[in-house]
């Protein structure tokens, strides 16, 4: 043994200035895990224990974590979480005779792990929680088991706990047909999270921070006050859960959408944080929410389309006892209905954008549908609901109703260029209207390796631009390609009275890895061409999904430089190219890089 070990360090241990990265950190690696195992070895070898835990699994498991407790100085630790398990409960048949067997494992495993405590004076500071991932049905099989359920129970024991008490809702009866929460054959529905224990033992591990706990909690926002916390659970607990302490306000929200189904989780929690951020306006005691219920129903529009009108139940708990008056006053504006619509993920189609809608002069996109209106001296025609008809008795009305100046997606007739082409995914695919962020669904634009890599668009004329939204490729290989690795810059480019290219604006994407969406306002910037830009410093790919431009195309001044594109992180020649297309002969650019893109 001794040779061999000696063998392996001298293997390993030498490294030289040419040696590879990944078998010199493969080496390293191997020198640590010896010298841990040796340490550890020391440290629980001076560890005894006097308890039996049996000869099975757990027993086994429980015994180590009995040793790493015991060992915890010499380890160097304050506070450890043990993850101990057992498999073997599925028990579709036979279930009783089974599950008596291993109860009897497991209550002399745990009996050694307690004794062991005890004799330490532990018993305050550990906490021994039991659980199983899904309960079983209270009804036996044909084959005297039982089959998979949904609602269970946890068990916790500490020496600091409040024992003796059962939390959450405990069903008022077993049978289907006269409990809500039962479902056929004793499936109970789960009432209480398994973040709820996780809350209140996140405090006793002294994790008290918002952020903190929503780090290590991150669905817990989803529960309201039906989370437990220290003071719930442990003798010594002082925390309390902010806003639940005091009147619970109910409120029925109303959402429109184009297809039959609920609120997803993610909107739910996006509604919630609506409310709150309306009830934080209102008062200064702490606030929550959480959804409940939802219902829909079938409806005709206007425009004889079918829609689903959804109606969510919210809960409002908080320490404010008039809170139900003051939100519903905050909420009396317009722009809480902007608001709330605004978290509706929908497929709609904006028939504003796509020039479908038929409105003569002003169109409004709803969800589903749209709207439409005229400027000051028409009248909108009752109808159609569409055309525009001039005021008789309008000072100087035109004989006909203006083009109507809608922001539109002003990429998806622009010509797009990039860098290099590698993989055969072409600039235009970034303006294709196809966001799907898969590489498998041909809708990703891709450049080659390179410093400094880009991907633009030339606009069909000049015009301004409202905001820019990037859409990232997301497979788990590349996300970090756009926002990572330096980041990268959006440019809004355009010609300056002598017909020189300038960037006029610019705003960064940033170093944010796994964004599946950048959305970059500009607010009414002129410009005509968009272009986005990695580091010149940083060699790298540029994959894109989707570019968006929103704005309005017109006849507008010229540029107002923001500085010449020579030092902006850009290729030199574009001026040429763009110049050299500007009256579009082919769809041919030559740029530096010594590729030509179609």
Known sequence: KDTLLALMADLNGNFTATSGMFGSLWSQKMVDSRKY?????????AV?????????????????VTKLIKARVGRGVNRDAFHVEVGGFDHHANAKSNFNAQLLEINGAVEGFWSEMEAEGLTSDVIFIMSSEFGRTMTPNSGQGTDHAWGGNYFMASGSAKGGKILGEYPSTFFDNDDSYVLPRGRIIPTT????IWHGISHWF??????????????????????????????????????????IAFFDQVVVLSEERHLDPDEQRSLCDVYVSYANSATTLPTNCVAKDQTILELLDANNKT???????????????????????????????????????????????TGTSGCDQLCTDKVPGFECACNAGYTLDETDG?????????????????????????????????????????ASRAIDGNTDPRWTRDSISHTCSERGSWWQVELVEPSLIDFVEVFNRMDSCCQHYLGGRGGAMVQLLDYDEGGEIV?????????????????????????????????EAIRGTLPIAEVVVMGTAGNLPAATPLQNLAAARTNSNLAHALAADHTRPSTVVQVDSGRTNR
Not at 52 to 62: A, E, I, K, T, W
Not at 406 to 421: D, H, K, R, W
Request: charged share 20%; aromatic share 6%; with cysteine.
């Open 193 to 196: 999270s398994w973040d709820a």
């Open 37 to 45: 195992t040796d340490d550890y070895t020391d440290v629980l070898d």
């Open 307 to 353: 829609t689903y009108e959804v109606t969510i139940n919210l809960e409002i708990p908080s320490d404010d006892e008039a809170i139900e008056v003051k939100l519903a006053s905050a909420i009396q504006v317009p722009q809480f209905d902007v608001d709330v619509q605004s978290i509706i993920k929908t497929s709609d189609e904006n028939e504003c954008e």
């Open 386 to 426: 569409k055309s525009c008809i001039a005021d008789p008795d309008a000072t100087s009305a035109p004989t006909r109703a203006p083009s109507p100046s809608v922001p539109v997606n002003l990429a998806a007739t622009g010509l797009a260029t990039q860098s290099s082409t590698c993989f055969g995914a072409v």
């Open 503 to 535: 960037a006029v604006a610019s705003a960064d994407i940033g170093v944010s890895e796994g964004v599946s969406r950048f959305h970059l306002p500009f607010k009414q910037q002129r410009a005509s061409a968009v272009r986005i830009q990695k580091d």
């Open 206 to 247: 002294d994790i008290t921070d918002d952020a903190d706990l929503d780090y290590v909690l991150p669905n817990r926002g989803s529960h309201g006050c039906n989370l437990f916390s220290d003071f719930d659970l442990f003798t010594s607990g002082s925390n309390n859960i902010a806003g639940c302490g005091g009147v």
């Open 48 to 64: 005894t224990v006097a308890s039996s835990f049996g000869n099975g699994r757990v027993g086994r498991q429980l015994e180590m």
